[in-house]
């Protein structure tokens, strides 16, 4: 034990007096990422800090899910704080089953949060969500392959010359894919990447009567245009590839490109973890001229539902987890590049942090998202790669399911697109829209 | 013996089914060598059967990230316990389908085993907010009771199966004999039954252990079993094989040795009357 | 032989399995039922009304309901049929005498202690992945392209891996039964030179098939509610969606009680199809 730590521990056994009375434990649903297993080691901090002690709830993105809508729709009151997203924390703001985070301390600085995500968590203004940490998608690609290739990535790319290069890095014979996307099912997995891809081909889920817009020339492109490339220079089974299948072939040397969530920065440049760690380079997610990129918004979040007995213990853990203390406590402890990103203007603005590769790159490609304005064409919907709607995700998981078949080859694209307009207009109309 | 055999056969029997035996294991020998690699040595190519460098880092980094021991202690008890339970409630059940059959009695073992049919999902909703009015959720209580009446239809007609073939004449001694009914299945009946009794539990101590639906949604932190560990390293991020093959193993070490431990007494009544 | 004060003493016994089975099967069943008829929404704010039967026919005109019902079918069939054949074949087997009959019976079972979640996750990330999987590593060491399993070959995928849960099940209750055959009755078959093919057609088929109508009757029940195993290898995509994924998918991903109560409702009328179905075929068998 270091010194520091021992006073620390030390003046908290002092405080812990004070606190003990008002001492409880508080349950925490969250998911399995790095980052918040990360914060679970730092648990002790929290509790030497407040005397509040934490039991964890730690889960598969989509079991957490399933676990925390099913848990707050019945009101079951099995957790304190739930780990949620920018697609659930509006609906279940506006439905009143969340506790409001507006009056957080003046420590905390909530002014520093950034606006992208503060406006992605908010419903009607009021914040109920604080964003633990937040990313958008860019591309991350080998620089040492896209040398070779004789290629220069630019700092903005266009969807042509991601395909052109894609082409040229692939190299069948040394396992060696252009380009690795999500093609699998799934409305967080393929259903976002697609999403977030058919905004910059002027593709939209719904027009501003709430009608399904599948069978328009805009999705037709888009989902063409992700095959031939994917095809071309994809790897084998893309269309069962989700993020952490595409970490593992990029982190082994196998994708010369991936378009992902700006969060797996700090893995692939790991030495740890990563053979091409020193070989990565990062561009804004690419475009085709028409005014919206491909990259999405998303944040994942701290909520507290409404009805738990313990709301000012849950308050204090999210102010120390979203907080600038704690991003210095991991930065003190792991290094600049292993802090929870995305998430404060005060990170980026810290020539320490600035000297992490993918710091810019990340800010810049979260500044560029809109949620509020997502497609080329209007839209009555919130959110990038989503529509913030409940019926959104029923949907979404049923059309990627499509796409997925399309993207193996077992229907056409035509026949992929039609179902999806099919299935979207009958959930659209069995939800009275 | 009757029937003789030469050594020469012996030898191929012997070889086939080995091969057999191993083929099938093998996904679980795979994934208990696979848990002491590195990462990277986890998916290299061509795959390293023995030669890598054994490590215990991924039981290490799997320890650290969760509490094992109370994930197995709540999986012991609510496998153990829903079990014994359900043994309780099943053997008079059993005991008068065998021994005071009615015209109904196949219909009404049917109708249990019916039950079984229901989609566990189809039913979550209902549930949750029944466990919710009994305050049982997250508790090894309202688990213990689910598993119990989930494995209950496969227990009675374990049970039953089994009784019947226990010759009814020794009952009747004991009934001259002047022995109470309960004293005739305490006493009687029980200890002739006991190899079918331990089947039964181990046969339904497995299938409450490997219950992966409502232990995983019925509980959060206090009764979460092992099924609910495993649900924390399905698809972390990054290489991960190593350590879901810790963690793995881990799960389904236990059931496993206490399996092959058993392994004599779960056959022996494992027949559900399917023998004359 | 039963009295009648035994007969009550009988159902007195019989009382606490039944009435607890009774209530397991009646509150959710009533509520199922109940629900299936609201227009239940969570997500919306709860119970939006009287539904009428628009949920039963929104779920059964949807275009993913009959495929669900083949894909049902296709797993639990292809699962029972691989299961017992290998299962009699395996059973013969280890049947006859060998050095380690324990330790190869112990290496037979081992699979049955296996949790769904951690079989499905083994098999489609170290065996079936068509990158790293072990079974594109040996592809690819004699020189083949990789088959990408989970994609051209959805449904082998899954019942590979349920068959290799369920193969230990069946071919333990199925040894049983052949060892409880009678040797004198085989000697005496041997003796009057009947070739192998038919004693195993006249005598061990028909003294197994009490056995065989247990297997298929526990792992009908057991199959029809594979979840796991699909949930992690191809997440509901090619055609392997079953119904119970798909009542998953409704209740769970879209939100809609009611509309996955129906469904609900559906794969109980499959599941009692499939039942009475069994019981013509083979109840007949069941000594009850």
Redesign the interface.
């Given at each position: 034990m270091t010194f520091t730590t021992r006073t620390l521990m030390g003046a908290c056994a002092i405080s812990a007096f004070s606190a003990a009375a008002f001492a409880e434990t508080i349950t925490i649903a969250t998911v399995n990422n790095g980052d918040m297993i990360r914060m679970q080691s730092y648990t002790d901090a929290f509790t030497a800090k407040t005397g509040h002690t934490v039991e964890w709830v730690t889960l598969e993105e989509?079991v957490l899910r399933?676990r925390v809508?099913?848990d707050i729709?019945?009101k079951g009151g099995q957790f304190d704080i739930m780990t949620i997203g920018m697609y659930e924390t509006p609906?279940w703001g506006k439905?009143g089953w969340l506790v409001p985070l507006n009056d957080l301390s003046a420590d905390y600085d909530a002014a520093d949060i950034l606006p992208a995500m503060a406006g992605g968590l908010s419903y009607d203004g009021t914040l109920f969500a604080a964003p633990f940490y937040g990313e958008s998608s860019m591309v991350m690609y080998r620089t040492d392959l896209m040398e070779k290739a004789g290629l220069t990535m630019p700092e903005a790319p266009t969807w042509d010359f991601i395909r052109e290069a894609a082409a040229k890095m692939t190299d069948r014979a040394t396992?060696t894919n252009g380009i690795c996307l999500r093609g699998?099912?799934?409305?967080g997995?393929g259903g976002a990447v697609i999403t977030a891809m058919s905004n910059s081909f002027g593709a939209r889920w719904f027009d501003m009567d709430w009608k399904p817009q599948f069978d328009s020339a805009e999705w037709a492109n888009t989902i063409t245009f992700f095959k031939g490339m994917m095809d071309e220079s994809g790897?084998?089974?893309y269309?069962?590839n989700g993020f952490n299948?595409n970490l593992?072939?990029f982190q082994q040397g196998?994708c010369g490109m991936w378009i992902d969530a700006t969060v797996a920065a700090s893995f692939v440049t790991n030495a740890k973890d990563s053979t091409v760690a020193d070989k990565v380079g990062f561009a804004l997610a690419p475009d085709n001229g028409l005014g919206k990129r491909s990259n999405w918004l998303w944040a994942w979040a701290l909520a507290i539902p409404a009805g738990t007995q313990k709301v000012d213990a849950a308050k204090s853990f999210i102010e120390w987890a979203t907080s600038k203390e704690y991003i210095d406590l991991v930065a003190a402890k792991e290094g600049w590049a292993n802090v929870p990103p995305g998430a404060r203007q005060s990170l980026y603005d810290n020539p320490e942090y600035q000297k992490v590769p993918f710091a810019k790159m990340t800010l810049d490609s979260i500044l560029s998202a809109n949620p509020n304005e997502p497609t080329v064409q209007p839209v009555p919907y919130v959110g990038v790669q989503f529509a913030a709607i409940?019926?959104f995700?029923?949907?979404a998981?049923?059309v990627?399911?499509e796409f997925?078949?399309a993207y193996?080859g077992?229907q056409t694209v035509e026949e992929a697109l039609a179902?999806a307009q099919?299935?979207a207009t009958?959930?659209m109309e069995?939800?009275g829209y | 013996m009757?029937?003789s055999?030469t050594a020469r056969?012996?030898t191929i029997?012997?070889a086939?089914?080995?091969s057999?035996?191993?083929l099938?294991?093998f996904?679980?020998l795979?994934?208990i060598l696979?848990s002491f690699k590195s990462e990277a040595d986890a998916?290299a190519?061509?795959?390293k059967f023995l030669f890598f460098d054994w490590t215990l880092e991924n039981y290490a980094v799997v320890q650290e990230r969760s509490d094992y021991t109370r994930y197995l202690w709540n999986s012991i008890i609510i496998a153990g316990l829903s079990t014994l339970i359900g043994v309780i409630?099943?053997i008079?059940?059993a005991?008068?389908?065998a021994?005071?059959p009615?015209r109904h009695?196949?219909d009404?073992?049917?109708w249990?085993?019916?039950?079984?049919?229901?989609?566990?999902?189809?039913?979550?909703?209902?549930?949750y907010?029944?466990f919710i009015k009994l305050g049982l959720l997250d508790t090894r209580t309202g688990l213990v009771m689910v598993l119990m009446?989930i494995n209950?239809?496969?227990i009675?007609w374990m049970l039953?199966t089994y009784f019947?073939e226990i010759p009814?004449e020794i009952l009747?001694a004991a009934r001259m004999d002047g022995a109470s009914?309960p004293k005739e299945i305490i006493y009687v009946l029980t200890p002739m039954a006991v190899p079918g009794i331990a089947s039964t539990l181990l046969l339904n101590f497995?299938l409450a252990?490997?219950e992966?639906?409502w232990t995983l949604n019925l509980t959060a932190a206090k009764a979460a079993p092992?099924?609910a560990f495993?649900?924390s390293y399905?698809s972390p991020e990054g290489l991960?094989?190593a350590k879901?093959?810790a963690a793995?193993t881990m799960?389904?070490a236990p059931?496993?040795i206490m399996?092959?431990f058993s392994?004599k007494q779960?056959?022996?009544g494992?027949?559900?009357?399917?023998?004359? | 032989?039963?009295t009648k004060a035994?007969?009550t003493?009988?159902?007195m016994?019989?009382a606490?399995?039944?009435i607890?089975?009774l209530g397991?099967?009646l509150?959710?069943?009533i509520?199922?039922l109940w629900?299936s008829f609201r227009n239940y929404?969570?997500?919306?704010?709860?119970d939006l009304g009287f539904a009428g039967f628009?949920n039963y026919v929104?779920f059964i005109t949807?275009?993913?309901f009959w495929p669900a019902v083949l894909a049902t079918l296709t797993i639990v069939l292809g699962t029972l049929i691989i299961t017992v054949v290998l299962g009699v074949l395996?059973a013969l087997?280890?049947d006859?005498?060998?050095?380690?009959?324990g330790?190869?019976?112990?290496?037979?079972?081992?699979?049955?202690?296996?949790?769904?979640?951690?079989?499905g996750?083994?098999?489609k990330?170290?065996?079936l992945?068509?990158?790293?999987g072990?079974f594109a590593?040996a592809a690819?060491?004699i020189g083949v392209?990789?088959v990408?399993w989970?994609?051209?070959a959805p449904f082998f995928s899954i019942i590979l891996i349920t068959s290799?849960t369920w193969?230990?099940f069946a071919t333990?209750?199925l040894?049983?039964?052949i060892q409880?055959l009678d040797?004198?009755q085989?000697?005496a078959a041997?003796m009057d030179g009947a070739p192998k093919i038919k004693r195993f057609w006249y005598i061990i088929v028909p003294h197994m098939s009490?056995?065989i109508?247990?297997v298929i009757?526990?792992q009908t029940?057991f199959l029809?509610?594979v979840?796991?195993e699909i949930?992690?290898t191809?997440?509901?995509?090619?055609?392997s969606?079953t119904?119970?994924y798909l009542?998953?998918?409704?209740?769970?991903?879209?939100?809609?009680?009611g509309?996955?109560?129906a469904?609900?409702?559906y794969?109980?009328i499959l599941?009692?199809i499939v039942?009475v179905f069994l019981?013509r075929i083979v109840g007949k068998n069941?000594?009850?």
């Amino acid at each position: 034990m270091t010194f520091t730590t021992r006073t620390l521990m030390g003046a908290c056994a002092i405080s812990a007096f004070s606190a003990a009375a008002f001492a409880e434990t508080i349950t925490i649903a969250t998911v399995n990422n790095g980052d918040m297993i990360r914060m679970q080691s730092y648990t002790d901090a929290f509790t030497a800090k407040t005397g509040h002690t934490v039991e964890w709830v730690t889960l598969e993105e989509n079991v957490l899910r399933q676990r925390v809508t099913t848990d707050i729709t019945a009101k079951g009151g099995q957790f304190d704080i739930m780990t949620i997203g920018m697609y659930e924390t509006p609906i279940w703001g506006k439905n009143g089953w969340l506790v409001p985070l507006n009056d957080l301390s003046a420590d905390y600085d909530a002014a520093d949060i950034l606006p992208a995500m503060a406006g992605g968590l908010s419903y009607d203004g009021t914040l109920f969500a604080a964003p633990f940490y937040g990313e958008s998608s860019m591309v991350m690609y080998r620089t040492d392959l896209m040398e070779k290739a004789g290629l220069t990535m630019p700092e903005a790319p266009t969807w042509d010359f991601i395909r052109e290069a894609a082409a040229k890095m692939t190299d069948r014979a040394t396992e060696t894919n252009g380009i690795c996307l999500r093609g699998k099912a799934g409305w967080g997995e393929g259903g976002a990447v697609i999403t977030a891809m058919s905004n910059s081909f002027g593709a939209r889920w719904f027009d501003m009567d709430w009608k399904p817009q599948f069978d328009s020339a805009e999705w037709a492109n888009t989902i063409t245009f992700f095959k031939g490339m994917m095809d071309e220079s994809g790897p084998t089974g893309y269309a069962t590839n989700g993020f952490n299948e595409n970490l593992s072939l990029f982190q082994q040397g196998k994708c010369g490109m991936w378009i992902d969530a700006t969060v797996a920065a700090s893995f692939v440049t790991n030495a740890k973890d990563s053979t091409v760690a020193d070989k990565v380079g990062f561009a804004l997610a690419p475009d085709n001229g028409l005014g919206k990129r491909s990259n999405w918004l998303w944040a994942w979040a701290l909520a507290i539902p409404a009805g738990t007995q313990k709301v000012d213990a849950a308050k204090s853990f999210i102010e120390w987890a979203t907080s600038k203390e704690y991003i210095d406590l991991v930065a003190a402890k792991e290094g600049w590049a292993n802090v929870p990103p995305g998430a404060r203007q005060s990170l980026y603005d810290n020539p320490e942090y600035q000297k992490v590769p993918f710091a810019k790159m990340t800010l810049d490609s979260i500044l560029s998202a809109n949620p509020n304005e997502p497609t080329v064409q209007p839209v009555p919907y919130v959110g990038v790669q989503f529509a913030a709607i409940p019926e959104f995700a029923g949907i979404a998981t049923d059309v990627s399911q499509e796409f997925a078949a399309a993207y193996a080859g077992q229907q056409t694209v035509e026949e992929a697109l039609a179902k999806a307009q099919a299935i979207a207009t009958d959930a659209m109309e069995a939800a009275g829209y | 013996m009757a029937r003789s055999i030469t050594a020469r056969r012996k030898t191929i029997n012997t070889a086939i089914a080995w091969s057999i035996g191993l083929l099938i294991f093998f996904p679980i020998l795979w994934t208990i060598l696979t848990s002491f690699k590195s990462e990277a040595d986890a998916i290299a190519f061509p795959p390293k059967f023995l030669f890598f460098d054994w490590t215990l880092e991924n039981y290490a980094v799997v320890q650290e990230r969760s509490d094992y021991t109370r994930y197995l202690w709540n999986s012991i008890i609510i496998a153990g316990l829903s079990t014994l339970i359900g043994v309780i409630i099943a053997i008079p059940a059993a005991w008068s389908m065998a021994f005071v059959p009615s015209r109904h009695t196949k219909d009404i073992l049917l109708w249990m085993l019916s039950t079984k049919m229901l989609p566990a999902v189809g039913v979550l909703y209902p549930m949750y907010l029944i466990f919710i009015k009994l305050g049982l959720l997250d508790t090894r209580t309202g688990l213990v009771m689910v598993l119990m009446l989930i494995n209950l239809p496969i227990i009675v007609w374990m049970l039953y199966t089994y009784f019947k073939e226990i010759p009814g004449e020794i009952l009747e001694a004991a009934r001259m004999d002047g022995a109470s009914l309960p004293k005739e299945i305490i006493y009687v009946l029980t200890p002739m039954a006991v190899p079918g009794i331990a089947s039964t539990l181990l046969l339904n101590f497995i299938l409450a252990w490997n219950e992966a639906f409502w232990t995983l949604n019925l509980t959060a932190a206090k009764a979460a079993p092992l099924t609910a560990f495993i649900a924390s390293y399905s698809s972390p991020e990054g290489l991960f094989y190593a350590k879901l093959s810790a963690a793995s193993t881990m799960a389904i070490a236990p059931i496993l040795i206490m399996g092959w431990f058993s392994q004599k007494q779960l056959v022996r009544g494992l027949t559900f009357g399917a023998v004359k | 032989m039963a009295t009648k004060a035994s007969r009550t003493a009988a159902r007195m016994m019989m009382a606490p399995a039944v009435i607890v089975l009774l209530g397991w099967m009646l509150v959710p069943l009533i509520m199922t039922l109940w629900f299936s008829f609201r227009n239940y929404l969570p997500l919306r704010g709860g119970d939006l009304g009287f539904a009428g039967f628009d949920n039963y026919v929104r779920f059964i005109t949807s275009s993913a309901f009959w495929p669900a019902v083949l894909a049902t079918l296709t797993i639990v069939l292809g699962t029972l049929i691989i299961t017992v054949v290998l299962g009699v074949l395996l059973a013969l087997l280890l049947d006859q005498p060998m050095w380690g009959q324990g330790i190869v019976r112990i290496l037979v079972i081992a699979p049955f202690f296996v949790m769904p979640t951690v079989s499905g996750l083994v098999w489609k990330n170290m065996f079936l992945d068509s990158v790293n999987g072990l079974f594109a590593h040996a592809a690819r060491a004699i020189g083949v392209t990789p088959v990408e399993w989970i994609i051209e070959a959805p449904f082998f995928s899954i019942i590979l891996i349920t068959s290799w849960t369920w193969l230990p099940f069946a071919t333990l209750i199925l040894l049983t039964a052949i060892q409880s055959l009678d040797s004198e009755q085989l000697d005496a078959a041997e003796m009057d030179g009947a070739p192998k093919i038919k004693r195993f057609w006249y005598i061990i088929v028909p003294h197994m098939s009490r056995a065989i109508t247990v297997v298929i009757l526990i792992q009908t029940i057991f199959l029809l509610s594979v979840f796991a195993e699909i949930f992690v290898t191809t997440a509901g995509a090619f055609g392997s969606k079953t119904l119970t994924y798909l009542i998953y998918q409704r209740v769970l991903e879209s939100q809609n009680i009611g509309l996955g109560s129906a469904g609900g409702v559906y794969a109980i009328i499959l599941a009692n199809i499939v039942a009475v179905f069994l019981m013509r075929i083979v109840g007949k068998n069941l000594d009850a």
